[in-house]
């Protein structure tokens, strides 16, 4: 599999995002604490450069505890402050202003020095599309000011939200990059949604899912769908093993189609739906010692 897309909305977000980088003080990066290297767009620590940077593990609550406290630890060991939120629920978002407060503590005391007091903090939020960027924005301003959606490519234009007289947010639109070398990153992205449905089938999709939860999760498998999960044999193709508990767990909801057969297809929506939405269980598919991609 090799996942092409980035139309020409992307790349006009990049020249953006280089051109208004001389606006603001910081760059707030949102990424799915579920796949915080799939959801780390490579393009934007060439982008943003030496600039302060608030890496906001987003969709926390849907991820393995234990593996948010490691990327926490990783992200900070790079020179970056650290946010754990759920955007959905505004947990942990009311922290972002003193966060940033923090991230820019000498900053601020070389403005109070020059006289500039009370110069609001400007902020630039960047993220993949679908990462929960703008319903992040809408939290931390307490209004909804800029346009969420549960799909990618929803916010298209630079906006700047005001959210008191001491932080100002600019928004932009999600940018993905030109091509993913690893399949699992496109993966790990299709599994989240930050890449389009209609790119990829559902059952393929679902089979790699089900092949990444055995290997990382395999009891939060076993329980969600009463399946025995037994690792993948070394000569077994991912999409053999996947779709043979695919249908395994289409067999245990009772979905068929007619002719008896099981309705894997329906069984991979369901899966996909579950992960997404954290009825499943909380993963995280990716750790620091796995390497960026």
Known sequence: MNIQWYPGHMTKTRRQ??????????VAEIIDARIPISSRNPDIDELVGEKPRLIVLNRADQADPQSN????????GKGFAVLETDAKTGKGVSGFAQASRELLKEQMERWKA??????????????????????FINQVAKRKSAKAGDRPGVTRGKQWV?????LALLDTPGILWPKFEDERVGMHLAYTGAVKDEI???????????????MRYPMALAERYKLKVVPRGEDESIISYGYTLLEEAAGK???RVSGGEFDTERMAHILLDEFRSGKLGHFTL????????
């Open 17 to 26: 995002i280089e051109a208004d980088l001389g606006q603001v003080d910081m």
């Open 69 to 76: 406290g490691r990327w926490s630890r990783f992200f900070r």
């Open 114 to 135: 020059k006289g500039q007091v009370g110069r609001p903090i400007r902020a630039m939020v960047v993220g993949v599309p679908n990462v929960g960027k703008s319903t």
């Open 162 to 166: 005001t959210v008191d007289q001491g």
């Open 200 to 214: 990829m089938d559902a059952e393929t999709l679902a089979c790699h899912l089900m092949d990444d939860l055995a």
């Open 253 to 255: 909801r009772g979905f």
């Open 286 to 293: 990716e750790l620091p010692e796995e390497g960026e991609k």
